[in-house]
């Protein structure tokens, strides 16, 4: 090859992956946020995982971006280590879709059919109907499937342009030679491996060995070698998305690698050695871009059938190579937010509701703790309140961020109302956690000064705190459960919460006046009405945001 085909050859393959990154995005957006949330929810069975990893990834059109999309789940909390194997073994198979979409490059003018269904003019009427749907049409979803058929007409561009500069090879001895060094089983998938990696695509890959397949010089013999070490190779994206994970994303990412490595040794084990008794005949067939789409196919299907039942295997290696760190079962809070889903805005507004329950979980169970430590005070349960109101604030301020980084995409009317709703109530729970703290401080107080309230003033303090409870318990049920029969029950529990804090604050004056109670009592007595009703009050909001229409 001279420089000016090697020049064409990159730019073929700049072209391929610009049309598959165009194509596939656009399919993202038109999916309008459907397949990710179906591939989260509905991988609760092997089959059923399995099929969903292989439906997505020939829509999406990347085996990575599937497997990326798992390590988030399972880094996130969505998803189970164990549902996460057979989503990925789905996605190994999916990718070899791209292979025979690339076939559509390769069918040849003739007959008046021929000529229709030729590469040329398949490419130029859909070309025709993506720039019309891109540029006349104002509506986005017609507008991105005018881009999907654009990056359509990109790909088989891109693979045109590389079958071209490719064409002469057939003729050089230098490259016959360098072929025939791929009989070595193991040098073949290593270089398949290497070039997966630097080009970051096995589809862009497979696409290659397509195009070099019409110089009429590749056999199935050093074929099958390239497509094993190409299906190794396709691991590398998934690794690098792994960095800054927990150490439950780090064990998804590499299932993917710990997954392609066992499937390529099963079928190079089994066809080697049966090859050394038997010599099949077809090492020697001349492959075609339609030979090695069905050949890509079929190993990867195999690779799926033989991984299949060893799922629990596969998982257990992957919990051998990444252990768990020390410490890392005493962590209390963890904020699960991951960047990854931020394109995908139904995903991204499931993770902030998970995530800003949890928030909701800790800051009820900071108040019932801090209800607690009036009656019976205890150091550790007191450090407990501290640090759940420093997570809570850290809480906060991630969601918050995060929730304004969603609103920057493409979202619907429903979307941007449990944003708004999330937005609305952040703050109040992160106020109640402050106000539990206040009142844990006021709890520490009276067991350091060794207060001591009058009879009816601790009878109407445990009144108040078993109002509190419930309103806490039945504020926190109702916004992580959705619950608006529930949420309509904090209201009345405010307006008794209120009243009986009136009477509270008119008995505490007239204690003073007959000196049942002295001043100093009297403000902390003052000071845990005065919380209580303003945690009332935020419970209220949270309840109030719930049922506004």
Known sequence: MDISQIIQLFCGISLFLFGMSLMGDGLKKLSGDKLEPILHKLSNTRIKAVLLGTGVTAVIQSSCAIAVMV????????????????????????????????????????????????????????????????????????????????????????????????????????????????????????????????????????????????????????????????????????????IGAEVSGKRTALIYPVSATLGVMFVASVFYTTDTIVHFEFRDTVMTPF?????????????????????????????????????????????????RFLPYAALAIEQSRRTINEMAHASGKSLIRSLSLMDNYDENLYRKV?????????????????LLRITQNDISASQNESIALFLHTLSDFERISDHALSLAKSAREIFEKEVRFSTDAGNELSELFRLMRSQARITTEAFTEADRYKAAQVGPLDNQIEALCDEMKSNHIRRLQEKKCTIQHGFIFNDIVNVCEQISDHCTHIAEAMTEE
């Open 71 to 242: 390590v988030g789940f399972v880094n996130s909390g969505m998803m189970k280590v164990a549902q996460a194997v057979n989503v990925i073994l789905g996605a190994i198979l999916g990718t070899s879709i791209t292979g025979w979409i690339l076939c559509l490059s390769y069918i040849e003018g003739g007959g008046s059919l021929k000529v229709l269904l030729s590469t040329s003019t398949l490419t130029g009427l859909v070309a025709v109907l993506g720039i019309l749907l891109r540029m006349l049409s104002k509506k986005k979803g017609v507008q991105t499937t005018g881009d999907i058929l654009l990056g359509f007409c990109v790909l088989m561009l891109g693979m045109k342009t590389m079958s071209e500069a490719v064409s002469g090879l057939g003729n050089s001895p230098q490259f016959v030679n360098a072929l025939s060094t791929l009989s070595s089983p193991l040098i073949g998938i290593l270089i398949g491996a290497l070039f997966t990696v630097l080009l970051q695509s096995a589809s862009a890959a497979v696409g290659i060995l397509q195009a070099l397949s019409v110089t009429g010089v590749m056999s199935f013999e050093n074929t099958l070698p390239l497509l094993l070490g190409i299906s190794i190779g396709a691991a590398a994206p998934v690794m690098l998305s792994s």
């Open 291 to 339: 030979n090695i789409a069905l050949a890509n196919t079929l190993l990867r299907l195999i690779m799926v059938l033989f991984l299949m039942p060893f799922s629990d295997i596969i998982e257990s290696l992957a919990a051998m190579i990444i252990t768990d760190k020390p410490g890392d079962e005493a962590e209390t809070f963890h904020i699960h937010l991951e960047d």
């Open 386 to 402: 501290y640090d759940a109101e420093d997570a809570v604030d850290k809480y906060e301020t991630a969601i918050g961020n995060y």
